[in-house]
C-alpha cells in the first residue's frame, strides 16, 4: 500500500503540508491495522476520547515538523 | 478546513509563533473531532485532568519547535 | 495573555534558558486552564504523581530543545 | 539480528523510506521481544486498540523524521 | 535553583554528556516537587514500574539530544 | 557506571548505530534501577506488555536521531 501519498514530501504551502502531516498518520494506523471496519469501530472510540485526540494531535506535531524541514519552513 | 492561520509558519514575534503553536494543536482536535459540542463537553473534562494538560502542553512544545525553526528563532 | 515572557528565545546563559523552558511548560498550561484556582488544585495532585512529573521533563527537554537551539547551545 | 534493513538509511523515494520507518519499529520489537509467538498474541492485541495504534504512529513518525533528515527530504 | 550543572552544556566526553542529560531530567522533577522526602518516596514507587523508568529513559534521550548537538556530536 | 559503551556516539555502520540505541536506552533504565534482580523481575512484565514495547520503541527512535545525527547519517 501506498504510505506517503503522491510519494513526495513537497507541497506547495504550509495548510497542504498539514493535510499530507495529517494523512501520513492515518496511513501508519491503516498500515498496522488494515480492517477498514475495525478502524471504523475504533475512529468511533478515539473520536470522543480527550487522551486519543491529544495523542493524535502529537503525531501530528512530529509528522509536520519533517514535512517543514522538507520544504525549508516554505520560507 | 484551514489547517495552518493565515497559511504561514513566518511570525512577527516569539509569542505570535507560540499561538500559533496552540492554534495548530487545536485545529489538529478539530479536523479530527468536527463536531463542535463535542469538543465542547471534552475540552470541559481535559481541563481539569493533569494529565491532559500536560500532554497537550508536550504537543504545543513540538509544534512551537517547528514554528521556531521556521522563523530561524526570531534572531 | 504573554506566552513567552519578554517575547523572546535568547537567554543569557543555558540555566536562564532551563528557566524559561519550564515557564514556558507553565504559561500553555495557564492558557488552557486559565482558572487559577483549578490549576492550584491540579498542582497539588501531580506534584504527587511520579507518572506527572516524568511527563513534564518530558515537556521541558522538548522546550529546551528549542531555546537552546535558538542560542546557538551558548557556546 | 539485523535492526537496519540493509544496513543502511537512504531510500530512493518518500514512500521507501516510510516502509523502512515501520520496519525499524518493528525490529526495535522484535528485539525486545524475541519469541515470535508472544509478538503475534500482542499484535492481535494492539490492533485492536486506539491507544496503541496511535503510540505505533509516533513512533514510525519519530524514525521517519532520521530517515527522511538521512535522505536529505528526496529533494 | 540550579537548574543546568556548572552552567553549561559543553562536555568533555559523550558520557559526561549522558550523565549530564539524567541530572537535567532530575533537576526538573526537583524544581517541580521541592520537597525532598515526597520525591524520595516517589523514587521508590517509579523505581519498581517499568511504565515509568521508560518514560524516564524517553525524557533522557530528549535530553541527550540536545547535549550532543550542543558538543556537535563530540566529533 | 559507563553511560556510553566505548564513550562514543561514532559507529560504523546504520545497523551498528541502532544496536548501539537499543544499549542507550537499557543503560538509562539501568541507571535509574541498578538492582539486576528487580530489573529482571519488570523486563519479565514489560516484554509480555504491547503498551511497553511500543514505549521502549519510542526510546530507542529517539536515541537512533541523535545517534544518526553524530554519525551525519552514514551517508
Redesign the interface.
Known amino acids: 500500500m501506498?504510505?506517503?501519498p503522491g510519494?513526495?514530501?513537497?507541497t506547495a504551502?504550509?495548510?497542504e503540508?498539514?493535510?499530507l502531516a495529517?494523512k501520513?498518520?492515518r496511513?501508519?494506523?491503516k498500515?498496522?491495522?488494515p480492517d477498514a471496519e475495525?478502524r471504523q469501530r475504533?475512529?468511533l472510540?478515539?473520536?470522543?476520547?480527550?487522551?486519543?485526540?491529544?495523542?493524535?494531535?502529537?503525531?501530528?506535531?512530529?509528522?509536520?515538523?519533517?514535512i517543514?524541514?522538507?520544504n525549508n519552513?516554505?520560507?
Chains 1, 2, 3, 4, 5, 6 share one sequence.
Open positions: 501506498e504510505l506517503v510519494n513526495t514530501l513537497i504551502t504550509p495548510d503540508g498539514r493535510a495529517v501520513l498518520a496511513l501508519t494506523v498500515a498496522t491495522q475495525v475504533l475512529r472510540a478515539y473520536a470522543e476520547d480527550h487522551h486519543s485526540l491529544i495523542a493524535i494531535a502529537q503525531v501530528v506535531a512530529t509528522e509536520y515538523a519533517t517543514a524541514a522538507a519552513h516554505w520560507r
